[in-house]
């Protein structure tokens, strides 16, 4: 295993994801996907960039602490450099520290000058000296000390303290630091549970059950899924399985009429399509042309042909499709404040401000959406987001102002074995650290 290589190819992509604005999961997916490196060599780069991305703050703060120049003004090469460099003193064993000194030296050398080279070596060597007493900052300012304590941003580390309370605020930061399960879903329509785990097997994947739904298969041992014969076949998708409750809260049956109006990239319609055995109508929009292709590339691969794509902002309404739905999906754009442990750039891309905006959206496009719906129809509110303005807010005051619906009892809907406080009062808010799946919240309404 060339560790060197590897190291090297993980500078390079955190780089790209911190000064070219890639997202972190498509950058490394690309890169790996191209690169020659071995299949450890691959799991220790997606180790180093995820592992850096998600203790960044942290790193920030030990770099500020040990560095005369100001971090802001220190050239990006060096600051990733050192960046990946703390990371490995800090949090893995498996690597000397000797190593990852003399090698970000190296990488200095290479991208940047002699002189920073210099700088470098000094740094993480004083890093590598006091490693056991660098600490945390003081508590006095608790959303200080938690921001760096788990490198989340203080204002959401506010919002969090103020939502959840400090408990379960730190039990939340500590599951959006772990590494996320890998699950797959199965696609009936084209294959059995038994078939596709012999696949698995035959191709070296490791895989046990899913924790909630029948169709999930939780796989280990394969960085480049979308290279597989079984994938390209389509007897399964990827998807988390917060996302899987989402199709089977909404409970589908074959031939319903289904719109979906935030549809891109189509997981759950797809899963709605399985369950729907592939009979009856899924109308997917989106406002974004490309990602409507995505959903038709999707669909040809899973062997379904009940879905039609349209383009269309859900902040119009379509007179054409009034009260003729008997599902209608709003998975609504938002925060994703939910997917920290899998999106680890998220984290310090997003800005408060980008927050301010969304309930407006979500609400004025859950309010359209309701319009498409027959007496006695579901529609159903879900998003990946843990942030109660963006969900249960939004629900609150959409049936505030709309007499005609109400929350569903979901209980029995969903499995037995899932902690859902609020199922019989029609909702789920599904968290990393309670349910190992993605942050999400789900609500069922009906029409009366
Ligand atoms: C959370 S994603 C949907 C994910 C999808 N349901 C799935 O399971 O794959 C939200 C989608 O809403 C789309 N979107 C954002 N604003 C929109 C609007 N005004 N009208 C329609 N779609 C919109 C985005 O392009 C994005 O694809």
């Not at 203080?154 to 930061?173: C, H, N, P």
């Not at 997917?339 to 609400?363: F, G, N, S, V």
């Amino acid at each position: 295993m060339d560790k060197n290589w590897a190291r090297e190819e993980a500078y390079l992509i955190l780089n790209n994801i911190i000064t070219k604005d890639a997202y972190s999961n498509i950058e490394i997916r690309k890169r790996l996907n191209n690169s020659n490196l071995e299949k450890l060599d691959k799991a220790l780069v997606t180790e180093i960039v995820n592992g850096t991305l998600r203790n960044l703050i942290y790193i920030d703060w030990i770099i500020k602490k040990f560095s005369n120049i100001k971090l802001e003004k220190m050239d990006s090469s060096i600051k990733n450099i050192l960046r990946c460099g703390i990371y490995q003193i800090m949090f893995l064993d498996k690597i000397p520290d000797s190593a990852v000194c003399n090698e970000s030296v190296e990488l200095a050398k290479k991208y940047s000058s002699f002189g920073s080279s210099k700088f470098v070596n000094g740094l993480l060597r004083s890093v590598v000296r006091s490693k056991e007493k660098i600490g945390y900052p003081d508590k006095s300012d608790l959303s200080q000390f938690l921001s760096v304590r788990y490198s989340h941003p203080k204002w959401l580390v506010e919002i969090w303290l103020r939502d959840y309370g400090v408990e379960f605020a730190e039990e939340l930061m500590i599951g959006n630091n772990q590494v996320p399960p890998f699950i797959i879903r199965l696609n009936r329509l084209k294959t059995t549970k038994e078939e596709l785990l012999q696949h698995l097997k035959a191709s070296g994947i490791t895989y046990r059950e899913g924790l909630y739904n029948e169709e999930a298969i939780n796989i280990r041992g394969t960085s480049s899924i979308e290279n597989l014969e079984i994938f390209k076949k389509g007897y399964f998708s990827v998807q988390d399985e917060s996302s899987m409750l989402v199709g089977k809260i909404m409970n589908p049956k074959p031939g319903w009429r289904i719109i979906d109006v935030c549809s891109a990239p189509g997981g759950k319609a797809a899963h709605m399509a399985e369950l729907m055995n592939n009979e009856g109508f899924i109308v997917c929009r989106d406002i974004h042309e490309h990602k409507l292709e995505l959903i038709n590339k999707n669909s040809n691969r899973l062997g379904i042909n009940i879905i039609e794509t349209q383009l269309f902002d859900a902040k119009d309404i379509d007179e054409s499709y009034l009260c003729k739905a008997d599902g209608v999906l709003v998975d609504a754009p938002c925060s994703g404040l939910g997917l920290l442990r899998r999106k680890t750039d998220i984290r310090w891309k997003k800005k408060p401000a980008d927050l301010h905006e969304l309930p407006k959206l979500q609400y004025r496009i859950l309010e359209n959406a309701s319009k498409y719906l027959k007496k006695g129809g579901v529609l159903l509110y879900s998003t990946c987001t843990l942030n109660k303005k963006e969900n249960m807010d939004i629900v609150r005051n959409f049936l505030a102002s709309n007499s005609d619906f109400y929350l569903d009892n979901i209980k029995s809907l969903i499995p037995q074995n899932l902690y859902a406080p609020n199922a019989e009062e029609g909702f789920l808010e599904l968290y990393p650290n309670v349910h190992n799946t993605d942050g999400f919240f789900i609500a069922r309404i009906k029409k009366r």
